[in-house]
C-alpha cells in the first residue's frame, strides 16, 4: 500500500485521506490538517471531536496521538487535525511540582508565547478527551534533515526568542529533543510541562547567549508582557496556575527588565537537563 500523504484538507473540494489513512498518518508524525491558520487550529482544537489513535510509549507521562475533526452544522466533512493529548490522569507524581497541575503548565505556556506575539509553541488548550480533562496540542511535522544537536549552539533568532520566553516561564526542563525545527524555518518549543515554579529551576539546553544584553525587540516584549499580566493575560494564568505562581512570573520579567541581560546559570544547583537531548 502506499504511504498515507499529508494533505491539505482546509480547501473546499481538496483531497481527504481515508479515516485509516488520516490513523496511519498521524502514527507516522504526519500533519494530517496541511498548514493551518492558528485561530482555526485553536477553535478546532477546543471544539472538535478528539479520538485517541496511538500512545507514544516512550513519555514520562500519559501522552496520546490523536485526531480532532471539526464540528460543522451541514454534515460536510469538516477539517480533520493531528494532535497531542495528555490527560491530567496521566500525570506521573514529581517531588517539585504539585500533582495534576502540569496540562495547566502547559497551556500557561502557550498563553504567554500567544501574548509575547512570538507564537514560539504550537496551538494548545485544555478540554476533555476521551481520558478525562487534559491538554490538547496542534501536531507539528519538523524538518528531519535538521539535527537539533547541531543547531543548539547557533545564534538562531527563533532560539533566542524561545530562551527569553524560557526565563519568564522558570523552565525546568528545555531539552535539546523539545525542540522542534519546522519546514518553513520557525522552531518551536514543546513538552512545557515543567513551568512556573515560583522557586529558581530554569534547566536548559539554550545557555548560548548567558549573560549576553537582551535586544530592543526582546525588551519590548518584556514590557508588553509586564503590562499585559497586570490584566489579560494575568487573568488568564490565573485560571491555570496559583497566585504565587503568576506573581513570581511577574518577578522574574521585572529583574529581565532591570539587567537587560540573559540570565546565568546557577552554580548552586543542576543548569541543564538530564538527559540534555
Given at each position: 500500500m502506499a504511504e498515507p500523504k499529508s494533505v491539505d484538507n482546509t480547501e473546499p473540494g481538496a483531497p481527504r485521506l481515508t479515516r485509516e489513512e488520516m490513523e496511519a498518518a498521524a502514527l507516522e508524525g504526519r500533519q494530517v490538517a496541511g498548514p493551518l491558520d492558528r485561530d482555526v487550529a485553536l477553535r478546532i482544537l477546543r471544539e472538535g471531536e478528539l479520538t485517541v489513535v496511538g500512545r507514544l510509549l516512550?513519555?514520562?507521562?500519559?501522552?496520546?496521538?490523536?485526531?480532532?475533526?471539526?464540528?460543522?452544522?451541514?454534515?460536510?466533512?469538516?477539517?480533520?487535525?493531528?494532535?497531542?493529548?495528555?490527560?491530567?490522569?496521566?500525570?506521573?507524581?514529581?517531588?517539585?511540582f504539585p500533582d495534576g497541575t502540569l496540562a495547566c503548565r502547559e497551556v500557561a505556556a502557550h498563553t504567554v508565547s500567544e501574548a509575547s506575539g512570538w507564537d514560539v509553541i504550537p496551538p494548545t488548550v485544555m478540554r476533555d478527551g476521551p481520558f478525562g480533562r487534559g491538554m490538547v496540542q496542534l501536531?507539528?511535522?519538523?524538518?528531519?534533515?535538521?539535527?537539533?544537536?547541531e543547531?543548539?549552539?547557533?545564534?538562531?533568532?527563533?532560539?533566542?526568542?524561545?530562551?527569553?520566553?524560557?526565563?519568564?516561564?522558570?523552565n525546568a526542563d528545555?531539552?535539546?529533543?523539545?525542540?522542534?525545527?519546522?519546514?518553513?524555518?520557525?522552531?518551536?518549543?514543546?513538552?512545557?510541562?515543567?513551568c512556573f515554579a515560583v522557586a529558581p529551576k530554569l534547566r536548559t539546553v539554550l545557555w548560548r547567549w548567558r549573560g549576553q544584553p537582551l535586544n530592543d525587540d526582546e525588551v519590548e516584549v518584556l514590557l508588553r508582557l509586564r503590562k499585559d499580566l497586570g490584566v489579560g493575560l494575568g487573568d488568564r494564568l490565573r485560571d491555570l496556575l496559583s497566585p504565587q505562581e503568576v506573581l513570581a512570573t511577574a518577578r522574574r520579567i521585572d529583574a529581565l527588565l532591570e539587567q537587560k541581560l540573559f540570565p546565568m546559570p546557577d552554580r548552586n544547583r543542576p543548569v541543564i537537563p538530564w538527559p540534555p537531548f
Open positions: 516512550s513519555a514520562s507521562n500519559a501522552t496520546f496521538f490523536g485526531l480532532v475533526e471539526e464540528r460543522t452544522p451541514d454534515d460536510r466533512p469538516g477539517i480533520v487535525a493531528s494532535c497531542v493529548y495528555k490527560p491530567i490522569r496521566g500525570e506521573r507524581p514529581l517531588t517539585d501536531w507539528m511535522e519538523v524538518d528531519e534533515s535538521v539535527d537539533v544537536t543547531i543548539v549552539d547557533d545564534d538562531l533568532p527563533a532560539l533566542r526568542r524561545i530562551a527569553v520566553l524560557d526565563a519568564v516561564l522558570n528545555r531539552k535539546g529533543g523539545h525542540l522542534l525545527p519546522l519546514p518553513d524555518g520557525r522552531i518551536l518549543g514543546v513538552d512545557n510541562g515543567l
